[in-house]
């Protein structure tokens, strides 16, 4: 479906645009949902305050390309502003996809409560933006509301613990956004939070002393093994090695997302099947992957970086299929202190990578670094003057950002929902 946005919408900066998805999580820290930002990615050359207009590209290019493939099987939370919420384009987002984020600057006037309620009775769920304190908006509209939002920066424990007692409804969810440490997350969850809004889970908790476990270690060893070229009989005994993957291999290849037209029952025929890029890929992804679970916010936040920035390289340089590779490489890698709670430079040290990997994963430094920290700056929704560089350095158009962040959306999704990987334990 693509979206006829009404003539009175300016829509000059269309090729500016990209789209930051920020994850929520409920209480059990998967993913739940996605916050769809309109972000404005040369700042410098166009400024836009409609909007009602920055609703309404959001709405434009995530209908023309299907909510489905830019946020999976999860929630999509869209803000609207006032003009934004009594406009009609905002039919064309599908109720049951996206909760409906009423900006804080919202004030509750007659003809916005009326708005809400008739979009209510439309099948269409509501979320209030930073709520802070009490006011006139809030007792208006929180009856109206699915769910509240409350922007914990910079608020005192006791005043939150008291915000929070006063909001408390059975009919209605309270989420924490900005939720920056664990320990924030855990004071929430003490408060009776249901969802979560942050990159706590994103931040590296490094514990002393803590190894990676052997399970872990094996998929690293074989990663190092095909990026050493090795023979295809050192990787299928380094696979049978490792009983639980092997068989998460033969699980893999006997899926439909592979489309093996006979069942496969050994590891030879398995590789030869899958091919050394998909059983690198899949061996990456499988880090991340616990409990059978692809929900993971870690897995879903590594995999669109390295997918991004494996989009982002093909662009850079034509025709070089190995630095593609790599980019991909550098981008899963890049949580991976936080995946297994170890300092970057150990994990370094225990596997064999290229001085531009480490250094783009140590110091954010070389070509891969400064795409690395790019797509680091769209994930936070950041604008301004150093991105605007990063992407002038880099020679990329924000259309070829764009167009790179969605790619590596709807690969995601079709690769977690089309693979049904066991994982390693």
């Known amino acids: ?56 590209s959001v709405i434009a290019h995530a209908s023309e390309l299907g909510m489905q493939k830019v946020v999976g099987e999860q929630l999509a939370y869209v803000n609207v502003d006032t003009a934004g919420l009594m406009s009609d384009f905002i039919h064309f987002l599908p109720n049951d996809k996206v909760i409906l984020e009423v900006l804080e600057s919202v004030e509750a006037t007659p003809d916005v409560v009326a708005r809400v309620t008739e979009l209510r009775l439309a099948g269409y769920k509501f979320a209030l933006d930073d709520v802070v304190g009490a006011s006139d908006s809030l007792d208006k509209l929180q009856p109206l509301m699915d769910v509240i939002k409350i922007d914990i920066k910079g608020m005192g424990r006791d005043s939150l613990a008291e915000l929070t007692r006063s909001l408390k409804n059975p009919r209605q969810k309270l989420l924490a956004e900005k939720v920056e440490t664990h320990e924030e997350f855990r004071h929430c969850m003490d408060l009776g939070f249901e969802y979560f809004q942050g990159y706590y889970f994103a931040r590296p908790v490094i514990l002393s002393g803590k190894k990676i476990a052997p399970s872990q270690m094996a998929v690293m060893q074989l990663l190092e093994l095909l990026a050493s070229d090795a023979d295809q009989r050192d990787i299928e005994r380094a696979i049978k090695l490792d009983p639980l993957i092997t068989l998460n291999l033969l699980r893999l290849v006997n899926t439909p997302a592979v489309g093996a037209r006979f069942r496969i029952n050994s590891v030879g025929h398995a590789l030869i099947v899958l091919g050394r890029q998909q059983l690198q890929r899949w061996l990456q992804i499988l880090l991340y992957v616990k409990g059978h679970q692809y929900d993971s916010p870690l897995l879903q936040l590594a995999t669109t970086r390295g997918k991004t920035m494996e989009n982002l390289l093909e662009q850079l340089r034509p025709g070089e299929r190995v630095g593609a590779d ?20 150990e994990i370094l040290d225990s596997v064999n990578v290229l001085d531009d990997v480490r250094a783009a994963l140590l110091h954010r430094t070389g070509e891969y670094g400064d795409v690395l920290k790019l797509i680091e700056l769209v994930e936070e929704a950041q604008e301004g003057p150093e991105l605007t560089g990063l992407l002038h350095r880099l020679g990329l158009p924000p259309s070829t950002l764009y167009a790179s962040q969605l790619a590596a959306y709807e690969w995601i999704n079709e690769y977690t929902s089309g693979v049904g990987v066991t994982p390693v334990r």
Not at 6 to 23: E, G, K, T, V
């Open 326 to 345: 790599i980019g991909f490489t550098v981008g899963i890698m890049s949580l991976m202190d936080t995946l297994f709670s170890v300092a970057m430079p």
């Open 1 to 56: 479906m693509t979206l006829a946005v009404s003539p009175d919408i300016p829509m000059p900066y269309a090729n500016h645009f990209f789209l930051a998805r920020q994850p929520i999580l409920n209480r059990s820290q998967r993913l739940v949902a996605y916050e769809l930002l309109y972000r404005n990615a040369n700042s410098h050359d166009v400024e836009v305050t409609d909007g009602r207009a920055a609703t309404a």
